[in-house]
């Protein structure tokens, strides 16, 4: 690779009064060389201080970003809700067919980009599941007295398909503590003393499996550290020390390994698979483990800790994990890869990292359009012409995925609707690239230049989608995934071994797969606790799209004699 510095803009020192007076002379007459090369020098110094003024903008946008975080990127906030459509803007194809896939005539009269209403208003009484009910009689009717009514004569009823409904709310510790009093007695002459047993159900461990559940959940779901958990108990009269917690959490984990071997192998069967990764702490971290933790064929050197997530779109949904170590997101999805059995290559999503590459396994590589999409929305300020023609561009091809997505179309529709919509105008918008940049009208070096570079290079990989049955746009629901590793660095720092960090990876990846699949992750935990023989016996039956037909199959079940 060539290192060439560009040319050195020479340093003259002019006097502002000296360049007017050129500048007056070139009414009148041609410029003497010396006048020339003043004036000449003069505008390179101008043009190469825009440039630079241009890349600090840019740079700093992106302190800013890192720093408090990225700004809504839509593109009603980049260009502002009232800025007209850009020149030049592709038009939707004059050739696509109104009944293919996906057409409605509700599309044909709204824009592609109009807002529908957020939120699904206050919430009914069905929206408290696990909330007992409590059933309440009337304290002075029953069914079939007389109306109370004054001149009526007739008779009240139960209306047991509509009862008042009063929900009430309250506050109660993450975790609850009950002591039980057991009567003992003793014989008076040969002192042997009788003790009550505790209630069915109770067991003998002082923390049981809702007890770490909810741990579980506070911690690597939800975010709080060990001691904000201890301090919050604390202050409901309930002690529980951060190290007591972490036992407990430790102590679950084996009763849980057989589950997320499981989804690991099912993940590995996918006909989608997303992956990135994040930075991540490990505190006791020796060279001995860091060497073991490492990939056969990785540089001993390498120092850097990161959280790799995966997430499979598989037949029974989507599936994520969680990985803390040395490795990258490509060799976490190697890792994964290792259980394939399916020869068909999965397609892969990530952005166009190489570290993102899973060695030598064969997959069809896509790369994350919204990654392209942001490089332009950060020189926006510089070049808000040209950027409002890209994102006006992209607008409609997102606009269309979403269509597909809420029409439930196969992956073959699907394909078939992004041909014929956003073929054409993600053909324009390669074509426009070209333009600019073979007739000089962007500077190569520029932001938008390197914006133009970024989406060119990885162009084949970002219209995958419209090759490939089922290749998604974004990864974006992986990224998502990563905020869990996110949140619980930004609350708890670090994980203090490469074994705490394995914990936390297990219960990240049960808890996420629950939620993708919305089912509440407490009672999943639950479950694989109380039922560690039957999940290590048949792990795939104890998924959290299944764990409940498990749940009954063990109810129905006699119990031992």
């Known amino acids: 690779m060539s290192w060439r510095k560009n040319p050195r803009t020479p340093r003259v020192s002019v006097p502002i009064a000296r360049l007017d007076a050129i500048v007056e002379r070139t009414r009148t007459q041609a410029l003497p060389v010396d006048d020339h090369a003043t004036l000449k020098a003069a505008v390179d110094t101008l043009a190469r201080l825009t440039e630079e003024l241009e890349t600090t903008t840019t740079t700093l946008e992106r302190v800013r970003r890192l720093i408090f975080g990225p700004r809504t990127e839509t593109t009603d906030t980049v260009l ?155 202050a409901l009269a309930i002690p529980l020390p951060a190290t007591t917690q972490w036992d407990v959490v430790a102590a679950a984990a084996p009763c849980l390994a057989p589950a997320v071997e499981e989804l690991a192998q099912q993940a590995a069967q996918g006909t989608v698979l997303y992956n990135d990764d994040t930075t991540m702490r490990i505190l006791k971290f020796t060279a001995e483990a860091r060497a073991e933790a490492l990939p056969p064929g990785a540089n001993a050197e390498r120092t850097g800790v990161f959280t790799s997530g995966v997430v499979a779109e598989t037949v029974n949904g989507p599936i994520a994990l969680f990985k803390t170590g040395p490795c990258h997101a490509g060799e976490h999805l190697a890792e994964v890869l290792n259980r394939r059995h399916d020869p068909v290559p999965p397609i892969q999503m990530s952005d166009a990292l190489a570290r993102n590459t899973p060695g030598d396994h064969p997959t069809q590589a896509a790369s994350c359009i919204p990654h392209g999409r942001r490089k332009f929305v950060e020189v926006h300020d510089a070049f808000p012409d040209e950027v409002a023609f890209v994102l006006e561009t992209l607008r409609p091809v997102f606009h269309t995925d979403h269509q597909a997505q809420h029409q439930g179309l196969d992956p073959h529709a699907r394909l078939l609707l992004h041909q014929q919509e956003s073929g054409p105008r993600m053909q324009a918008l390669h074509d426009w690239m070209a333009t600019q940049l073979e007739t000089h009208a962007v500077e190569p070096n520029s932001g938008l230049g390197q914006a133009i570079r970024y989406m060119q290079n990885h162009w084949q990989k970002m219209t995958l989608f419209l090759r490939v049955p089922g290749a998604p746009l974004s990864n974006n629901i992986c990224e998502r995934a990563l905020k869990k590793a996110i949140l619980h660095r930004n609350n708890s720092l670090f994980y203090r071994t490469l074994n705490g960090a394995k914990v936390g990876d297990l219960f990240m990846s049960l808890i996420h797969t629950a939620e993708l699949h919305q089912v509440a992750p407490f009672d999943y935990l639950v479950a694989l606790q109380r039922h560690p023989a039957a999940v290590a016996l048949d792990p795939p039956a104890w998924m959290p799209w299944n764990y409940t037909t498990a749940l009954a199959r063990l109810a129905a079940e006699p119990a031992p004699d």
Do not use: W
Request: glycine share 10%; aromatic share 4%; with cysteine.
């Open 80 to 234: 502002g809700k009232d800025q007209p459509a850009p020149r030049d803007a592709p038009a939707p194809p004059a050739d696509a067919d109104p009944a293919a896939p996906g057409a409605s005539d509700g599309d044909a009269t709204l824009p592609p980009h109009q807002k529908t209403r957020t939120g699904h208003g206050r919430n009914g009484a069905d929206k408290y599941p696990r909330a007992p009910r409590i059933p309440v009689a009337h304290a002075t009717l029953k069914q079939g007295d007389p109306c109370p009514e004054p001149g009526c004569t007739g008779r009240v009823y139960v209306q047991r398909q509509e009862p008042a409904v009063l929900v009430r709310v309250t506050g109660v510790a993450p975790l609850q503590a009950q002591v039980y009093t057991l009567e003992r007695l003793r014989c008076g002459l040969c002192g042997t003393v009788f003790t009550a047993d505790p209630p069915a159900g109770v067991g003998a461990a002082k923390y049981d499996a809702t007890a770490a559940a909810m741990i579980a959940l506070l911690k690597y779901g939800c975010g709080l550290p060990f001691h904000r958990i201890q301090r919050l108990e604390q």
